[in-house]
Nanobody, 124 residues
Framework: EVRLVESGGGSVQAGGSLRLSCTASGFRFADSDMAWIRQAPGKGREGVAT????????YYADAVKGRFSVSDDKAGRTVYLHMHLLGPEDTAMYYCATRYTGPRWSNPASYRSWGQGTQVTVSS
């Protein structure tokens, strides 16, 4: 059974930083696409970042480029989202997702397995 457990969310002031973690089990982590998807209040889900754990290729949404970075730890079966220069627009529930089926990494419908999410709240 695929299981994804996110942690690291919280409340920060604008300009602050957070690191989210997603620990995975139940599938071949070393050969997978891991994504971070977020959902702001009253909005739909949107892709934030993704990493191919084989090639370590990464992609980012335009809204977070230069502020967020994604990395993985294969030994710990964990993917991280490092978030800097946070603003109120980053307030959202952040989900970890995997089992990518295409067609686009940024499309939430492209993933078959999800974690329960971790809340990030940024105050101005």
């Amino acid at each position: 059974e695929v299981r994804l457990v996110e942690s690291g969310g919280g409340s920060v002031q604008a300009g602050g930083s957070l690191r989210l973690s997603c620990t995975a089990s139940g599938f071949r982590f070393a050969d997978s696409d891991m994504a971070w998807i977020r959902q702001a209040p009253g909005k739909g889900r949107e892709g934030v970042a993704t990493i191919d754990t084989t090639s370590r290729t990464t992609y980012y949404a335009d809204a977070v480029k230069g502020r967020f970075s994604v990395s993985d730890d294969k030994a710990g079966r964990t993917v991280y989202l490092h978030m800097h220069l946070l603003g109120p627009e980053d307030t959202a529930m952040y989900y970890c997702a995997t089992r990518y089926t295409g067609p686009r990494w940024s499309n939430p419908a492209s993933y078959r397995s999800w974690g329960q999410g971790t809340q990030v709240t940024v105050s101005s």
